[in-house]
């Protein structure tokens, strides 16, 4: 059969047929650009996308370096510090020894081995406090070497200087743990008895005059001696250290002119002081 065969109506048919096949190409074409618009725009953004990560890739890599830069830095400074605190920690220890070897050395007297006149005023004033708080006796002993003017003036300063230290020495052995022994002045020293009744003090500042007496200081061909006259007192009431001290002052001056070499008690205080 051929075309001529077929009925007109046939044949345009047909070509309807092939028209409505040729649309659906064209309309799938269509589709298939705007898919391949769409994979276009996907792969640019996915593109832009991939430029950025690794530009963000590469910030967080340097910030990573920075970071354990910063790290190490922070590190070594942590050992500095502690190098730092270290050697600190030594100066402070330096400081406070230096200190308190300074605090020693103010308050004690190099030549005698006693207090300073000083301290053994503070020391006094904190025992007075404590007899006042809690009632219990304390004794002073004011004690001066006898006509040491004379050692100086026969022997020279040096050997007086001896005989200072010797005496230094015997009063401190005379007194308990928790006596307290200052030098006064050039050859007057104060020793403070806490707890210690007239009696007790009496017997030890006997002691102390018999001690001295007795004790022979060598000096280059010399041999030296020397007495010691003492003034003792209890403190009364809440009578001051001052005025305590004054009264065992008069009482070594009454011991000197009495004729030195012994213990002299000091009188009652006034009721007025
Ligand atoms: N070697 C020496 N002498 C001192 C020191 N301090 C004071 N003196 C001397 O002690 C002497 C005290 O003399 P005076 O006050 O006259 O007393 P004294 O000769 O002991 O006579 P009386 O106290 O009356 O028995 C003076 O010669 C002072 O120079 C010192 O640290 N070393």
């Known amino acids: 059969m051929s075309i001529h065969d077929l009925e007109p109506q046939e044949t345009y048919s047909l070509y309807a047929h092939e028209e409505s096949v040729i649309r659906q190409a064209e309309s799938m074409l269509g589709k298939l650009d705007d898919v391949a618009n769409g994979v276009r725009v996907l792969a640019q953004a996915y593109r832009e996308g991939y430029r950025e990560t690794v530009r963000l890739v590469r910030i967080s890599d340097r910030m990573q370096e920075e970071l354990h830069a910063a790290n190490r830095t922070l590190l070594d400074q942590a050992a500095d510090l502690q190098q730092l605190n270290e050697v600190l920690h030594k100066e402070i220890e330096r400081r406070e020894a230096l200190e308190h070897e300074l605090r020693r050395?103010?308050?004690?007297?190099?030549?005698?081995?006693?207090?300073?006149?000083?301290?053994?005023?503070?020391?006094?004033?904190?025992?007075?406090?404590?007899?006042?708080?809690?009632?219990?006796?304390?004794?002073l002993l004011m004690v001066d070497l006898?006509?040491?003017?004379?050692?100086n003036d026969g022997f020279?300063?040096?050997?007086?200087?001896?005989?200072?230290?010797?005496?230094?020495?015997?009063?401190?052995?005379?007194?308990?743990?928790?006596?307290?022994?200052?030098?006064?002045?050039?050859?007057?020293?104060?020793?403070?008895?806490?707890?210690?009744?007239?009696a007790t003090a009496r017997?030890?500042?006997?002691?102390?005059?018999?001690?001295?007496?007795?004790?022979?200081?060598?000096?280059?061909?010399?041999?030296?001696?020397?007495?010691?006259?003492?003034?003792?007192?209890?403190?009364?009431?809440?009578e001051s250290l001052d005025k305590a001290i004054a009264r065992a002052d008069q009482a070594l001056y009454l011991a000197k002119r009495a004729g030195r070499d012994q213990v002299m008690v000091g009188t009652e205080p006034d009721v007025d002081d």
């Open 105 to 139: 050395i103010a308050s004690l007297d190099e030549l005698t081995g006693t207090h300073t006149r000083r301290h053994v005023l503070e020391l006094g004033e904190h025992e007075q406090r404590r007899r006042a708080r809690h009632g219990h006796d304390l004794a």
């Open 146 to 151: 006898d006509h040491f003017k004379r050692v």
């Open 156 to 198: 020279g300063h040096a050997a007086g200087d001896q005989v200072l230290r010797d005496f230094g020495f015997l009063l401190r052995s005379c007194l308990r743990k928790g006596d307290i022994a200052g030098r006064f002045g050039g050859e007057e020293f104060l020793a403070i008895l806490p707890e210690t009744d007239l």
């Open 203 to 238: 017997s030890i500042a006997e002691r102390l005059c018999d001690r001295v007496r007795e004790n022979r200081t060598l000096w280059k061909d010399h041999v030296l001696a020397v007495t010691v006259s003492i003034g003792l007192v209890t403190v009364h009431g809440d």
